[in-house]
């Protein structure tokens, strides 16, 4: 008889727990950003099983409960808890239409006809990726005193501005926003994270048959260009740069090997010397082909590893010393572009890779008056050399997707349709994907579409044209 329990245990224990992760119970929990909370503990973050954390809790809960269960009314404890699985299955399963389950990607990942018109004079592309640079940081009432970003701010006087850049977890931190903006897809569902965590091999990374845009640019003779502080091996980005190789592709040891590096770098190397470095390059460059730079900041990370550089005025000895000094850096080099003879025939892209993460654990910023802004917005301006009195503001709702296709775009391309991956170009008309499905229901139709999302990535090839 007690083995019989005992297996009668263990047994249910596993079907209630299966039907928890199966149905999707979750949904009950979707206010709860369990991500904000654990922002600072990356380990904690990094496991494969993270994604799941509430499933699994609600495992544990329900697992205590059927041992009190057993243990003391074990009778009639079975015939409930199957009772109970079977309304829980109910309760969560929703069956579509036959006509409405084909997956969001199935449904809108396109390559589009791509077309370079003849004599079209093709353009250089600067994105700065402002590590979590967001619009919070001009509020003085969160800053405690001041606009932080003051001289970006200015900026925006000079170029367009996006107004609705959406932040998605699916889509962050800085490598996944990378991936997001050069591709136009998001970095992967949560099934695909697990597989990237647990093989770390060249087969389970790298995107082999995704084509992104600095593949096309490249195809069309520009010269690309991919630097940043921390190592390329970040996030599993040497794997992407392996399948999607730049011109030059310079992290932390490569930059060491350069001798671009100061005392106590630690983690990163600092800004200046990215700066420095892509300064040097493009004035050594002694061929006429246009040119591409992703270049990613570091200085303003969040919480913990702010970097107020030596020179940085020190006003508030916390990390908003960092901010500040990025602040004037970048507007520093962003007038060092203005100023060289490429700079008419070049568009610059500052773009924040997400929100700021964790403020709350800093100390040093008051984020609950944050809660009196409708919604905080990543930063973006583009600034267009060929045609400075291209400024204003665009509403538009979009993620880090949209990019893809906005900078093809800019570098001269003609798309057909205006989409790249899942991003729509916000120079068009055409609503993106998170305009007509809303920012929630957009990350759940993603996370679901992971089976043509595997497809996606090692099933399919694509041919682009040009129009002689």
Same mark, same amino acid.
């Given at each position: 008889m007690k083995i019989l329990k005992y297996l009668s245990w263990l047994l249910m224990t596993l079907i209630v727990f299966c039907a928890c992760v199966y149905c999707g119970v979750s949904s009950l929990w979707d206010g709860v950003d369990i991500a904000l909370i654990l922002s600072h503990y990356q380990l904690v973050l990094s496991c494969p099983l993270m994604p799941y954390w509430k499933e699994i809790l609600l495992g544990c809960v329900i697992f205590l409960l059927i041992t009190f269960l057993l243990c003391r009314y074990w009778k009639i404890a079975f015939p409930l808890m199957l009772i109970g699985c079977i309304t829980l299955f109910f309760i969560n399963y929703h069956p579509s239409p036959k006509e409405e389950n084909v997956s969001l990607f199935k449904k809108e990942y396109v390559i589009p006809h791509v077309i370079f018109p003849k004599g079209q004079k093709k353009k250089n592309i600067i994105v700065i990726s402002l590590e979590s640079i967001e619009d919070l940081f001009t509020w003085s009432d969160v800053t405690g005193g001041?606009?932080?970003?003051?001289?970006?701010?200015?900026?925006?006087?000079?170029?367009?501005?996006?107004?609705g850049y959406y932040n998605l977890q699916i889509m962050v931190p800085t490598i996944p926003a990378f991936i997001a903006m050069n591709c136009g897809i998001p970095r992967g569902t949560s099934i695909w994270k697990i597989f &990237?965590?647990?093989?770390?091999?060249?087969?389970?990374?790298?995107?082999?048959? &995704?084509?992104c845009l600095s593949d096309l640019l490249a195809q069309y003779g520009w010269e690309t260009y991919f630097i940043m502080g921390a190592k390329c091996t970040d996030e599993g980005n040497d794997k992407f740069l392996e399948r999607h190789p730049m011109s030059v592709s310079v992290g932390k040891k490569e930059l060491e090997k350069l001798g671009y590096l100061q005392k106590d770098s630690g983690y990163r190397i600092p800004d200046s010397e990215l700066i420095r470095f892509i300064k040097e390059t493009l004035n050594k460059k002694r061929t006429d082909a246009p040119f591409f730079v992703y270049f990613i900041t570091g200085n303003s990370h969040a919480p913990k590893e702010f970097v107020a550089e030596a020179f940085c005025e020190k006003k508030y000895g916390d990390g908003r010393d960092a901010i500040k000094c990025l602040d004037k850096q970048i507007f520093d080099f962003v007038r060092w572009c203005q100023k060289q003879p490429w700079y008419q025939n070049t568009i610059i892209y500052l773009v924040g890779d997400h929100l700021s993460w964790g403020l709350d654990k800093t100390e040093i910023f008051r984020v609950k008056n944050a809660k009196k802004y409708p919604r905080r917005q990543i930063y973006n301006l583009v600034l267009d050399g060929s045609n400075p009195l291209n400024k204003g503001v665009i509403?538009?709702?979009?993620? +880090?997707?949209? %990019?893809a296709p906005t900078i093809l775009e800019s570098a001269g391309f003609k798309l057909l349709p205006r989409k790249w991956g899942i991003g729509v170009s916000l120079w068009s008309d055409e609503p993106t994907?998170?305009? +007509?499905?809303? &920012?929630?229901?957009?990350? +759940?139709?993603?996370?679901a579409s992971q089976k043509d999302? %595997?497809?996606?990535?090692?099933?399919? +090839?694509?041919?682009?044209?040009?129009?002689?």
């Open positions: 001041e606009n932080l970003i003051p001289k970006l701010t200015e900026l925006k006087k000079e170029g367009i501005v996006f107004d &990237a965590n647990l093989f770390k091999t060249k087969e389970y990374g790298g995107y082999p048959n &995704a084509f509403k538009k709702e979009f993620t +880090q997707v949209d %990019f994907l998170v305009e +007509q499905l809303g &920012a929630k229901k957009f990350e +759940q139709e993603l996370e999302y %595997f497809d996606m990535i090692y099933g399919k +090839q694509y041919e682009v044209s040009e129009d002689h």
